[in-house]
């Protein structure tokens, strides 16, 4: 399995500390890539195909189509997820996330924001028509400490626990994959 863990912002870091503890919680057994949105320059969309996007745009692309599972992070503004995440997701291939895990990690300043993975996300992992992780976690600015750590046992829980269903997920649906279908 290879997991991507994806930072979904150009700017701040709490998102990216977030993604990044939930993978250290992945097996050893999986492959895991970190993906920060800051260290790519990553093209607006623009309807053209991904050959003729700059050669960051194409690798990043790349890795999302080769890769089985994902966790994106984003910070919540003015009550939406990241333009930098949306712009990703409109690079990407409608096929290339079908039937792939998908789980969610937002932060933000209010209690309130948690909406947005459920009411803005997880309908674009549906246009995927990707398996959806049921415990996507949100943390507020109240759960990290003045360097950035996550301080919150309970929001610690969650993330394993997100990662915990991740692989399972993926592991169903790896068995799946080796049964025949019929029509």
Not at 20 to 33: H, R
């Amino acid at each position: 399995m290879k997991l991507l863990g994806i930072s979904g912002t150009i700017i701040g870091s709490k998102t990216e500390v977030a993604v990044k503890k939930t993978l250290e919680y992945m097996n050893e057994d999986i492959t895991i890539e970190f993906i920060n949105l800051k260290d790519y320059d990553l093209e607006f969309c623009d309807g053209r195909p991904i050959s003729q996007y700059n050669s960051d745009t194409q690798e990043l692309i790349g890795k999302i189509c080769v890769a089985d599972a994902y966790i994106f992070g984003t910070p919540i503004f003015q009550g939406s997820f990241t333009g930098a995440l949306k712009n990703l997701f409109d690079l990407i291939p409608p096929k290339a996330m079908k039937h792939k895990v998908v789980g969610f990690i937002a932060t933000g300043g209010t209690f309130q924001h948690y909406l947005v993975v459920e009411n803005q996300l997880k309908p674009i992992a549906g246009y995927f028509r990707s398996y959806i992780a049921p415990g996507n976690v949100y943390l507020n600015d109240s759960h990290f400490n003045s360097n950035k750590e996550i301080i919150d046992e309970d929001v610690i829980f969650r993330l394993k626990e997100l990662a915990v269903e991740m692989e399972f997920m993926q592991k169903q649906l790896d068995k799946k994959s080796s049964i025949e279908v019929v029509r």
